[in-house]
């Protein structure tokens, strides 16, 4: 009965990209919204294009924030000899949640993969190679995973013999487990537990 | 770190509402779109924008639509006669998806309940019984619920006395189920064997 262009259904097909949501869920989603056009469908059209506009990655550490350098890059209360080595922005905001870390971070944009073909140049190691130099300690918190040991393993042979000292998160990290789906208090336990 | 109002916080919140995204998707789902600001992030800004303003509650049916009256309303091949009578928008899109039926609908916005102190005033109920004076069908599609039936009930003692055929949907329906959640057979076979 629609035409293909019609408003309703291409706003279902967009919401059923998100991550989470199926194509059912979408239709609940813009139905809900459609029922509150200006309470809810305007509010959150606002909040994408506020957030889209303002956001931009952090020149030093690759998190996405409104500031550059971000919030935890910017603030003088952060250690900022103290760097947390992540594999994506989502992990950074895990740890930013447990408030398990007191330093800053490094967001490598992925892990090393032969089989995908991701080699060091495609994610930011160079960059967290010249950070480390001014660095007393990097902490590699990558996922528990065959690319995760392989890319901390990697990082760890070209930081050492700079003088950081290199540690990795311990215990409580679930073999294969994402580190932004772990509870807040693993997190804490896991980093303070550091070797 | 990060002020009360940073649009990230504010669209993750938001996010958060929709039905089917907790706190945590809602998190990767504002990460996944602010990964791709242009293509992914505005374009849904844009959609809710135009969905927003362009989507109107049928004047006929209460149909959630870009036309008013909505496409099904204004389409000459469906059959004026046979009213499908729902209870929510959501239950209209679920009928149209199995392209179960081929009259036109009318969406009461809700279900009698004594409990939550929705009576016939609150429903669309006057314009159905106006509308129902030049139908030859009323098919009450309501909720296999308590108070689906007691509106249903409700609904044909008024209809009946002005010579309209009233008629619900047979087998098929699940008790307790919502109709928007069946499957497109299901609810085909269900509006095909009505009583
Ligand atoms: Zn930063
Ligand atoms: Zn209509």
Redesign the interface.
Known sequence: ??PNV???E??IA??A?????GR??A?????????D??T????????????????KKCRVCNN???RDPC??CS?PERDAGLICVVEG??DL?AL?RAHAHQGTYHVLGGTLSALAGTGPEELSVAPLLRRATEAREVILALPATVEGATTAHYLAERLEPGGVAVTRLAQGVPIGGAL??LDDGTLAAALKARR
């Open positions: 009965m629609r019609d408003p309703v291409h706003l967009l919401l990209k998100l991550p989470g949501l059912r869920s239709r609940r989603a813009a139905l809900r919204l459609l029922m056009p200006e809810r469908m305007l509010p959150l059209a606002e909040a994408l294009r506020s957030a889209a506009e303002s956001v996405l924030d409104s919030s935890v603030d922005v989502s905001w930013e932004d789906v």
